[in-house]
């Protein structure tokens, strides 16, 4: 079966780090993705991790350990604006459809 | 506008209706998803095709849901007999083979009364 967890909720401020967790256990791998949804709108894509380690793109970051089906994402430097849900997608295997997460809403308060 | 188009935005129908959404990807994407999503979770899979294939369909999917794309161009997800049940967000994303990044559309919503 394919299973991802993340936190549900959480708050931070204007100008924190804030690191958001994902868990996974799929029937297999082959990427890790996280996308950005603002309320009322369509997710964007924001990383994408097939190997261990920590990618980086500006004030985001995520890393993926695939031994303890493990990955972050982390948001430095927070803005208004990062208000929205983040949701971790797994590709579980090459041309396979992708699983997605319940996704974590991220508030970000002044 | 060149990303992912979606119609109709928003649709509301009568229990037992049928109701057809359509969905034009990016021109040179040849992989096309459809998701269901509803408030506060993240989006459940539905089918996917490559080209003109249908290549998976979610075991979850009833066999009210049927989806086509005939020319391996634009896609049409149809409900039949809608269910209280399948009020949600229907979003459709499109990709390049090679790529796992997914450009989503902006979706459709259904109101099922």
């Known amino acids: 079966g394919q299973n991802i967890d993340q936190p549900t909720e959480m708050t931070a401020t204007e100008g924190a780090i804030v690191q958001i967790n994902c868990t996974y256990q799929?029937?297999?791998?082959?990427?890790l993705f996280w996308y950005q949804q603002h309320a009322g709108e369509a997710p964007t894509f924001l990383s994408y991790?097939?190997?261990?380690g920590l990618e980086e793109k500006g004030r985001f970051s995520s890393f993926l350990s695939r031994s303890k089906g493990y990955s972050y994402l982390l948001l430095k430097e927070l803005q208004m604006k990062d208000s929205a849900s983040y949701l971790c997608?797994?590709?579980?295997?090459?041309?396979?459809?992708?699983?997605f997460g319940p996704g974590t809403r991220l508030s970000v308060l002044p | 506008d060149t990303g992912v188009s979606q119609n109709p935005r928003h649709k509301i129908t009568k229990r037992g209706q049928n109701v057809t959404f359509r969905c034009d990807p990016i021109?040179?994407?040849?992989?096309l998803y459809w998701y269901r999503q509803t408030l506060g979770q993240g989006p459940e899979f539905l089918t996917y095709?490559?080209?003109?294939?249908?290549?998976?369909k979610s075991r979850l999917l009833s066999d009210r849901f049927s989806a086509e794309r005939p020319k391996g161009s634009f896609s049409t997800l149809e409900i039949q007999r809608t269910e209280q049940g399948d009020s949600a967000m229907y979003l459709c994303?499109?990709?390049?083979?090679?790529?796992?990044?997914?450009?989503f559309g902006e979706g459709s919503r259904l109101t099922v009364l």
């Open positions: 994303a499109s990709s390049i083979q090679n790529t796992g990044e997914l450009f």
């Open positions: 799929t029937s297999g791998f082959n990427g």
């Open positions: 997608a797994v590709r579980p295997n090459y041309g396979q459809n992708f699983v």
């Open positions: 021109s040179e994407h040849n992989r």
């Open positions: 095709f490559q080209n003109e294939a249908q290549l998976e």
């Open positions: 991790n097939v190997l261990d």
